[in-house]
């Protein structure tokens, strides 16, 4: 540790625990690889979305009332009656978007460049567990203002449980705590809603930690081999990381001032009417690829094993892909098939918002099918068989001062 | 602004229309003009005024306007003795009192806008057994917000040929096009006090401007702060960006 002091105080804190010099370490001295481009801007983005989601949250359920008859208006009351409760809500509602954009361009980026490779699988799947609990987190969330979709969406998802054989239904009456989607749900989905952020915030940690054990991937996928390779995180990465968020926080700003509503759904403006079934019940856009995932599967249980799956598949991979090179730089062929993999996640995407008949139906088949066939065929199986990486060069030095 | 971000961030997440499409074979609605629209859009006053008279003498017959407080009308210009006056016109059910009786008083600038009707049941059976929905949040409760609303206003016109209507009324711009609600609005239906001429087009503006205002009345502190806390974040930005070229400029 190169952390030193002549502040007798700090030193004493020092002696008995050392929190400064980690902060030190970790916030300061700690090695980045000096290629990293602006993609590596999106982790920390991610952990800026979350704080801001915490915030916002605590700050919004000092307002909120979960109860099936008050719910609706308790939301509408901080939109008219709480000074700045509008911001604050609109706030909380379009980082829940940005926090997932932030997360899927990370995850891409962590695809295209192998970051998912020895020795950061345990990184990955640590990223894999915060997504898995960002969704159940959204997902309630999306539940608490009690509108249309919020009610119609935990009907919908709630009862994907049902499909599992002999005991699915007494799990779906013990998940919503009565015979219906009602208060006792509502109740829990805004504890779970509370606690779960908290429970991502310690994944993160454990993430982090992983991450500064392995030291971060870049964009040629070799490692550093010692300091003129690397660059200190201070104050490189901490200026190229405040750059990054002045450019995300412009576009969250267009959004949350000029067009707040837009990644919403107007249903949810209707309170929610159990008698009522709005015409199309479609999720939150970073759902949709999903959406369509579970619907393109004409069976109920198989559908929700391969929305599962898509997500579970993601958790193996650094198993699935047996290439030794990691960054699709050097990869030409992976390199097509990561765009052709980008493209169709984003055309799932968009048949997940649309309703499920006539030729939308056969896309999400083969669409599904090809996400998996990606997985499961593509990277182990077929690309290890016709790939001839090239030849990678022998340092991250080396290639800087070449380009 | 509104138009060229969220067309950026559809084309590249392609989750364009996702939302918008789901009303079905929604017949596409007119481009209307807003004062509220736009990076420094504000409200008309005027309409606000002239929307909520249209509320007020037409459409509160049947819909409520749940979450709007008389004291709130101070968004449209009035002062603190005419919005005592326009509640005072209204009576609402209080108590109980002392002898613990519920009893009936003029409403004054803290109450609420009191519903047509007792209660849902009530309303439905009035009105064909289908209750007129609630107006506070109708202009961002549809796909199009206010814009479907002063469509669906003017949109009423004869069924095509061997289109059954039975009860109904037929809509151009309504979902299925069939329509509980009868033309609402008739030329001069009200009478404007700043000599406006009160044609079908006029109200059904001015009541969908009024609606929005209801439907999201913190919609000029919202563009304000925005303009604001956009300027801050693009100096921001290129200070840090300066900032970036500095220190990695040393970097080889």
């Keep these: 540790m190169s952390f030193k002091t002549n502040n007798k105080v700090v030193q004493w804190v020092e002696d008995r625990l ?21 993609l590596w801007n999106f982790g920390s983005l991610a952990g800026f979305a979350l704080v801001t ?32 409760g509008w911001l604050i809500r609109y706030i909380h509602m379009n980082m829940a978007s940005f926090f997932f954009i932030a997360v899927y361009i990370h995850m891409m980026r962590g695809l295209y460049y192998g970051s998912y490779k020895a020795p950061r699988e345990l990184l990955w799947q640590l990223g894999v567990v915060i997504f898995l609990l960002m969704m159940a987190t959204a997902f309630m969330g999306y539940v608490l203002p009690w509108g249309q979709m919020s009610f119609w969406g935990a009907t919908v998802i709630t009862n994907l449980f049902s499909a599992i054989p002999v005991v699915g239904e007494s799990i779906v009456t013990w998940l919503w705590g009565g015979f219906s989607v009602d208060n006792p749900t509502l109740n829990r989905f805004f504890a779970l809603h509370y606690l779960l952020p908290f429970i991502i915030v310690a994944v993160v940690v454990l993430h982090i930690v992983a991450l500064h054990t392995v030291t971060s991937n870049n964009p040629l996928g070799i490692d550093m081999k010692g300091p003129q390779d690397s660059l200190t995180f201070q104050p490189y990465y901490t200026i190229k990381d405040l750059f990054g968020l002045g450019v995300f926080l412009i576009l969250f700003a267009g959004f949350l001032f000029w067009a707040p509503n837009y990644m919403g759904h107007p249903d949810n403006y209707i309170p929610a009417n159990p008698l009522s079934t709005p015409a199309h019940i479609v999720p939150e856009w970073y759902f949709l690829p999903f959406y369509a995932i579970l619907r393109a599967v004409p069976d109920k249980l198989g559908g929700v094993l391969a929305m599962f799956g898509a997500i579970a598949v993601l958790f193996v991979l650094p198993w699935l892909d047996r290439s030794k090179i990691r960054s699709c730089k050097f990869r030409p062929v992976a390199r097509v098939f990561f765009w052709i993999f980008l493209i169709n996640g984003l055309f799932l995407g968009y048949l997940g918002g649309k309703p499920a008949e006539g030729w939308y139906v056969v896309a999400s088949q083969i669409a599904t099918a090809y996400y998996f066939f990606h997985f499961l065929i593509l990277l182990p199986v077929i690309l290890p068989m016709i790939e001839r990486p090239r030849e990678l060069p022998s340092s991250i030095h080396e290639a800087v001062l070449k380009s | 602004m509104k138009k060229i971000l969220s067309g950026l961030f559809a ?9 918008a499409n789901a009303a079905g074979d929604a017949v596409p609605l007119p481009d209307y003009e807003w004062s509220f629209d736009g990076v420094f859009g504000t409200y008309d006053k005027a309409s606000l005024q002239r929307g909520f008279q249209v509320y007020k003498e037409v459409c509160s017959g049947c819909h409520s306007l749940d979450l709007i407080a008389f004291r709130n009308l101070t968004d449209l210009g009035y002062n603190v003795d005419e919005i005592k006056a326009i509640a005072s016109e209204y009576t609402v059910e209080d108590g109980p009192n002392d002898e613990g009786e519920m009893f009936e008083r003029n409403a004054i600038a803290s109450d609420y806008f009191p519903s047509p009707f007792p209660n849902e049941k009530a309303a439905a059976a009035s009105n064909g057994g289908k209750a007129p929905p609630d107006l506070s949040l109708m202009a961002k409760a549809r796909v199009g917000g206010p814009s479907f609303v002063r469509a669906l206003l003017t949109g009423y016109e004869d069924a095509p040929e061997g289109f059954e209507t039975g009860d109904l009324s037929y809509n151009k711009y309504f979902p299925g096009h069939l329509i509980a609600m009868a033309p609402p609005l008739s030329e001069d239906a009200v009478e404007y006090g700043d000599g406006t001429a009160a044609t079908v087009d006029q109200m059904a503006a001015d009541v969908s401007h009024f609606l929005m205002w209801a439907a999201e009345p913190k919609l000029e502190a919202r563009k304000n702060t925005g303009v604001k806390v956009m300027i801050f974040l693009i100096i ?9 070229r500095k220190v990695f400029a040393k970097v080889h």
């Design chain 2, 236 to 244: 921001f930005t290129l200070v840090m960006y300066a900032a970036k």
């Design chain 1, 53 to 84: 989601m915490i915030v916002t949250g605590i700050i919004l359920a000092m307002q909120y009332t979960a109860h099936v008859d008050m719910a609706f208006n308790s939301v509408e009351r901080i939109m008219r009656d709480v000074n700045n």
């Design chain 1, 18 to 38: 050392p929190l400064i010099s980690m902060g030190h370490h970790t916030l300061y001295e700690y090695p980045m690889p000096k290629n990293l481009n602006y």
């Design chain 2, 11 to 19: 084309a590249a997440l392609g989750f364009a229309t996702v939302p």
